[in-house]
T-cell receptor, first 116, second 113 residues
Framework: DGGITQSPKYLFRKEGQNVTLSCEQNLNHDAMYWYRQDPGQGLRLIYYSQIVNDFQKGDIAEGYSVSREKKESFPLTVTSAQKNPTAFYLC???????????????FGEGSWLTVV | SQKIEQNSEALNIQEGKTATLTCNYTNYSPAYLQWYRQDPGRGPVFLLLIRENEKEKRKERLKVTFDTTLKQSLFHITASQPADSATYLCALDNGGSQGNLIFGKGTKLSVKP
């Protein structure tokens, strides 16, 4: 089935640790995104990438890092510099077009990260 | 910068009634607006898109309106069912050339039998 696969679904991080969330898509989409969702909050953009080997900071990039070595993969590392990492993380992808084309964004099932 | 508001955090209605959810934005009019459904612990799923030159869009029991004068979109679910219970998010383009979306906080709809 085509779609976006995120893993793991649940992840626990100890203080001072870096953790990496995996995101793979087989939709052949150029653009990929990472969002963070906190209870009662909207989705906030962490990083995005529109082409392999290139990515841009979103609204809340501090304490996070990404890579885009392959078109289908966009892993997110939550570093120890992120002081409040407990949240629900969503990976997404979409086809690129004209910015007003409104192409649908497809989401993965999300990953829960908890600091212990 | 563009801001987006979904006025109600939660909406409770009786089965069979029409649910109406509101999405307001400030500043410039977006080229389009989208609505998504999110179930607990899952990723959002796309429902409908409406463009700035469209007043209304329908899909089965769903209807979306777009009023660029009021800077508002309304999302209607007619003949609501308990299975419609979920959080509904509106999203619109942030005005940048990248085509990134900004999302509202969502409205949690509960349909009681």
């Amino acid at each position: 089935d085509g779609g976006i696969t995120q893993s793991p679904k649940y992840l626990f991080r100890k203080e001072g640790q870096n953790v990496t969330l995996s995101c793979e898509q087989n939709l052949n989409h150029d653009a990929m995104y990472w969002y963070r969702q906190d209870p009662g909050q909207g989705l906030r953009l962490i990083y995005y990438s529109q082409i392999v080997n290139d990515f841009q900071k979103g609204d809340i990039a501090e304490g996070y890092s990404v890579s885009r070595e392959k078109k289908e993969s966009f892993p997110l590392t939550v570093t120890s510099a992120q002081k409040n990492p407990t949240a629900f993380y969503l990976c997404a992808s979409k086809e690129l077009g004209q910015h007003y084309s409104g192409n649908t964004i497809y989401f993965g099932e999300g990953s829960w990260l908890t600091v212990v | 910068s563009q801001k987006i508001e979904q006025n109600s955090e939660a909406l409770n209605i009786q089965e069979g009634k029409t649910a109406t959810l509101t999405c307001n934005y400030t500043n410039y009019s977006p080229a389009y607006l989208q609505w998504y459904r999110q179930d607990p612990g899952r990723g959002p799923v796309f429902l409908l898109l409406i463009r700035e030159n469209e007043k209304e869009k329908r899909k089965e029991r769903l209807k979306v309106t777009f009023d660029t004068t009021l800077k508002q979109s309304l999302f209607h679910i007619t003949a609501s069912q308990p299975a419609d219970s979920a959080t509904y998010l509106c999203a619109l383009d942030n005005g940048g050339s990248q085509g990134n979306l900004i999302f509202g906080k969502g409205t949690k709809l509960s349909v009681k039998p």
